[in-house]
C-alpha cells in the first residue's frame, strides 16, 4: 500500500515559479514509477510528467517540456515538479500518481493523492 500527500500548491502570478511535492509512504516506493497528472475545470485529467524508478529517465507533456523538471528523491520517499514560467491555462488541481507499469502516462496508476489547487493568474 502507498499513500500520497501532495503540496506546494498555490496562487502564482503568469510566469512565476512553484514546486510541488509528494510524500509517499510506503516501503516499496522506489518501486514504483512515479508521475504528475491535472485536472482543469470542466476538463479531463491529463497527464503532466513521469520518472521513473531509479529517476533516470523521465516523461513530460508537450505542453510543458522546457518549463517543469520532474524528480524523486528515494530516501526521503518524495518526488517533485518544478514548475517555472507558469501560464494561466496551466491553472489545474495537480495530481501525485504511483504506478508500476512504464510509461506511467499510458498505463494503470496504482495510486492517487488527493490533489493540490495550483492558480495562474494573468
Known amino acids: 500500500q502507498v499513500q500520497l500527500v501532495e503540496s506546494g500548491g498555490r496562487l502564482v502570478q503568469a510566469g512565476g515559479s512553484l514546486r510541488l511535492s509528494c510524500a509517499a509512504s510506503?516501503?516499496?516506493?522506489?518501486?514504483?514509477?512515479m508521475g504528475w497528472f491535472r485536472q482543469a475545470p470542466g476538463k479531463e485529467r491529463e497527464f503532466v510528467a513521469a520518472?521513473?524508478?531509479?529517476?533516470?529517465?523521465?516523461s513530460y507533456a508537450d505542453s510543458v517540456k522546457g518549463r517543469f523538471t520532474i524528480s524523486r528523491d528515494n530516501a526521503k520517499n518524495t518526488v517533485y515538479l518544478q514548475m517555472n514560467s507558469l501560464k494561466p491555462e496551466d491553472t489545474a488541481v495537480y495530481y501525485c500518481?504511483?504506478?508500476?507499469?512504464?510509461?506511467?502516462?499510458?498505463?494503470?496508476?496504482?495510486?492517487w493523492g488527493q490533489g493540490t489547487q495550483v492558480t495562474v493568474s494573468s
Open positions: 500518481a504511483a504506478g508500476r507499469l512504464w510509461p506511467l502516462y499510458r498505463s494503470p496508476v496504482d495510486y
Open positions: 510506503g516501503r516499496t516506493f522506489s518501486s514504483y514509477g
Open positions: 520518472v521513473r524508478w531509479s529517476g533516470g529517465y523521465t
